[in-house]
């Protein structure tokens, strides 16, 4: 008898969960698709700035070796 009120419980318990759990809903999924494009938005910014950056120290860097080169064959 014991087996059996365990079981039955067990199946209880089960489609408790199984029908509680649901899915997402539209407005969960929309939210979601919203956060993700902020989300790659924000990350194109960083990666366009951090190349701007890059560029700029580069630039920076040619000058001055360029520099150094006329002020040593001078």
Known sequence: MKKLMSLLLAMVFA???VACG???SSEAVE???A???VVEEA?????EEAAEEAV???TEEA???ATEEAATEE
Not at 43 to 47: F, L, N, Q
């Open 56 to 58: 700029e120290e580069a």
């Open 15 to 17: 489609f408790a969960f």
């Open 31 to 33: 939210e979601e698709t």
């Open 63 to 65: 000058d001055s070796t």
């Open 22 to 24: 649901g899915g997402q």
């Open 43 to 47: 990350a194109e910014e960083i990666v």
């Open 35 to 37: 956060t993700e494009e």
